[in-house]
């Protein structure tokens, strides 16, 4: 069973930082064009994602944090994070990391991820 798992979620204040983690357990890896993890997070009725990673390395970043965000994989760990500065307070959401299980490209759109976390809140204060 696939399992995902966020924590770093916190409060903090505008133009502080942040680290997010989720660990990933579980998974195998068995589709040659790769796989992907996301962080999303919600914007209105919808999770959107904010930054994407292929198995092959590529990052794409939602314009919303693009140039204030990070995303990594630590594999020897199974755990892909999410790095925010400059913070601000329209951040304040809930931040779900998503695996996409066999994806030669990588979505920002929920629909294309097969397992998520259950989310970590991060609140901005001013």
């Known amino acids: 069973q696939i399992k995902l798992m966020e924590s770093g979620g916190e409060s903090v204040h505008t133009g502080g930082s942040i680290r997010l983690s989720c660990v990933i357990s579980?998974?195998?890896?068995?589709?040659?064009?790769?796989?992907?993890l996301a962080w999303f997070r919600q914007k209105g009725a919808l999770r959107w994602g904010v930054a994407t990673l292929h198995s092959s390395g590529a990052t794409t970043y939602d314009d919303l944090v693009k140039g204030r965000a990070t995303i990594s994989m630590d594999s020897a760990h199974n755990t892909v994070s999410l790095e925010m500065t400059r913070l601000r307070p329209e951040d304040t959401e809930v931040y779900y990391c998503?695996?996409?299980?066999?994806?030669?490209?990588?979505?920002?759109?929920?629909?294309?991820?097969?397992?998520w976390g259950q989310g970590t809140q991060v609140t901005v204060t001013a």
């Open positions: 579980g998974f195998t890896p068995d589709f040659d064009g790769g796989y992907c």
């Open positions: 998503a695996l996409e299980r066999r994806g030669t490209w990588c979505s920002k759109f929920e629909t294309y991820y097969d397992d």
